[in-house]
């Protein structure tokens, strides 16, 4: 079979059989969550479809300011959620850290993967750069929200702790080392996590997509394989500047702890 099997209107809304099957499952277990569910299933759909117009617009003009714009744009909006997300008071300084850390790790690692891994030519290439942002930032601003909520209630929870540790000498960092580390480890856990089912459990939805699409499976696994380095050089870097500038955000010019 070659080419991509077009899904006619007809056919697509047939897939919200789907959708209707869990609609009726929750109604008979009175789980009461209909309309969070056909909310949330609604704005998917509505924000698909605009964001197809839009990636179809910036795929055929392919300027370097369009791709600059939207890695900007993609970058605010990860920063502004992971403030949504984190449950627990973010202070200023910390808040100021979580955006040097996204904005940094995840640029590092984007023009890293687009230049040296794949050799994109121009960089900007929209096809490429637009989707591979995505999935780094994406990613990433997933990480840095476990590990920011991990830090401020490792440091919240263990504050008698810590001062007890800098009472008798201790710097701020060996008195938050554990903290640090166990939040960094818990940021990066579930990216790791997923690597480890991949291609056995389950195929993942950038590979599937391009055997959809006609691609070589061969070809995909490359892909694959190095979009999930990517992104786990991302998320990696990203927390790793969150946790070890994170943490100095709770502590004044004496090496107290402020918060």
Known sequence: MNGIIEIGILQLMGAYVFLILLLIIV?????????????????????????GYILVYIFAVN?????????????????????????????????????????????????????????LDPWYEAHYFVPISGMVIGNSMTGVSLGTERLIDGIK?????????LMLGATPNKATKNIVNDAFTAAILPTVNSMVGMGIVFLPGMMTGQILSGVSPLTAIEYQIAIMLGILGGVSLTVFILVQLGYKTFFNERSQLTD
Not at 28 to 47: N, P, Y
């Open 27 to 51: 109604k008979a277990q009175g789980i009461g969550r209909e309309k969070e569910i056909l909310l949330s299933s609604l704005r998917m759909t509505v924000q698909l479809i605009i964001v």
């Open 63 to 119: 300027h370097y300011l369009i791709s600059i714009g939207v890695l900007i744009f993609m970058e605010i909006f990860a920063i502004r959620n992971i403030y949504a997300r984190v449950k627990l008071k973010i202070n200023y300084q910390l808040r100021k850290v979580i955006t040097f850390a996204m904005v940094t790790g995840t640029t590092i690692t984007i023009f890293y993967f687009l230049l040296i891994v794949i050799n």
């Open 157 to 165: 929870t263990k504050k008698n702790l810590i001062e007890n540790s």
